[in-house]
């Protein structure tokens, strides 16, 4: 495993040290990343993702490490992965394009909406700044939520579950489907998570949500309780709600917003309207209502 012992940084991990201060002191995720990371990854795949964490934490760009090192921190499922999700703000993109260019990568803006590339051969690092529907863009709040944790020997921030959670359960293509990874992270985090919040970045989405807790109860019956119950009780609400005022008044698709390619036969020959991405609504919670907060996790 390479690691880095130059002073730059080692200044940088302490600004890494920073941003998770300002993140509100939240403990270190584990298990070990490093333990597991070297399972199924070979030597020259690890070293590029190193060299990449290194350039961005040098040039003091704030990011954090999501995708398969996120999953694993948070559930301790372990997943082969061909890459490193670096989330960013779309505004560092620049920034980061330097850092890793100087580093020896070749970079690209492969999709102006939401994501561009950093190569060395034929290995490489995704940096994204939203989600491909345009709904997940990454903002303060999430560096606000992020936890720190230790990713090849480096102090890094690990994006917030629930930002996680709400960025996979738009991702419903036939060749993938992301809800399993929704349910094992509700498993293992819903007793700490900020469920209002992640209400909120749903917004006016929040059948998604209830589709995806739907299915989690089913798939874990003897841990209903890790999602509150208030939040069903709002969502079932809210269901009824709309189920009285009958059928929207447009002819609308949302398909757009969860697949690429299933709905085209919707939009091209059905006549239907894509959706777009709106802002997320403030979501209807009640007030006076308090989250569950329990010391340790249970598995």
Known sequence: MVRSGSPAANDAERAASAWAARAGERPALSPSIDDAAGLLSCAGELEVRVRALESLLCAGVPFMVAGAYAFFAYTGIFRDTKDLDVMLEE????????????AGFETELLDPRWIGKAHAGDRFI?????????????????????????????????????EIIYTKAFVDERERYDGADVNHLIYACGDEMDWERLLARFGAHWEVLLAHLTLYRFVYPGARSRVPGWLIEELCRRTLDQSRAGDAPVRVCRGNLISRRQYLHDYEKLGLVTASAPEPEVARVPLCRKRRRHGARRR
């Open 91 to 102: 505004r560092d993109m620049p920034a980061a394009f330097r850092a890793l260019e100087r």
């Open 126 to 162: 995704d940096l994204i700044f939203s989600s491909s529907n345009g709904l997940a863009v990454v903002d303060g709040v999430w560096f606000e939520h992020a936890r720190p944790a230790t990713i090849l020997g480096h102090s890094c921030l690990i994006a917030p579950v629930e």
